[in-house]
């Protein structure tokens, strides 16, 4: 299986956004509260189901408004 993209419309802070991949190897990089392990819990929640999550962080990726 190859994934070409990880949709998002709402899984923690993440919106309605778009994580596309290349060919090959992707590297997703940036700085500190850059969303990269929100953009790896949606894709681990898309491919294993939201159980596949701790349970501890299923708050933490709930729908957010960004007024935290």
């Not at 994934?3 to 956004?17: E, K, M, N, S, Y």
Request: proline share 3%; glycine share 10%.
């Amino acid at each position: 299986m190859r994934i070409r993209l990880v949709r998002t419309h709402a899984f923690g802070a993440l919106r309605d956004d778009t994580l596309s991949f290349a060919d090959g190897l992707t590297v997703v990089y940036g700085p500190n509260e850059a969303g990269k392990s929100t953009w790896h819990a949606a894709a681990l929640a898309a491919l294993c189901g939201r159980r596949a999550l701790a349970k501890d962080s299923l708050d933490r990726y709930a729908p957010w408004d960004g007024q935290g």
